[in-house]
Nanobody, 124 residues
Framework: QVQLVESGGGLVQAGGSLRLSCVAS????????MRWYRRQVLKQSRELVA????????SYADSVKGRFTISRDNSKNTVYLQMNRLEPEDTAVYYC?????????????????WGQGTQVTVSS
């Protein structure tokens, strides 16, 4: 069993910062790319916010470039999202995603694993 668990969300004033964490638990040998998505209020689909490969290459949505930074610690199976200069438009539920996780004991791949989400609310 593999799980992704996010933490670090909360309520912050515009201009403030938050750091989200996502820990992958289980008997994990490796994780390929990891991503942060968000679902804003009244929107049905999730928006890709940032992604990072297992080698550390990153990419960002235009709306967060220069404000958000994604990073990962492979030794801890953890991905982070540092969010600075937050705006009310950043209010959303943030989800962690891993596109392929290799289980250590069986080498079985798990595809497209999602966390349960963490709420970020930015007040004006």
């Amino acid at each position: 069993q593999v799980q992704l668990v996010e933490s670090g969300g909360g309520l912050v004033q515009a201009g403030g910062s938050l750091r989200l964490s996502c820990v992958a638990s289980g008997n994990i040998a490796s994780i390929d790319s990891m991503r942060w998505y968000r679902r804003q209020v009244l929107k049905q689909s999730r928006e890709l916010v940032a992604s990072i490969t297992d080698g550390g290459s990153t990419s960002y949505a235009d709306s967060v470039k220069g404000r958000f930074t994604i990073s990962r610690d492979n030794s801890k199976n953890t991905v982070y999202l540092q969010m600075n200069r937050l705006e009310p438009e950043d209010t959303a539920v943030y989800y962690c995603n891993a596109d392929k996780i290799i289980i250590g004991s069986t080498r079985q791949p798990w595809y497209n694993t999602w966390g349960q989400g963490t709420q970020v609310t930015v007040s004006s």
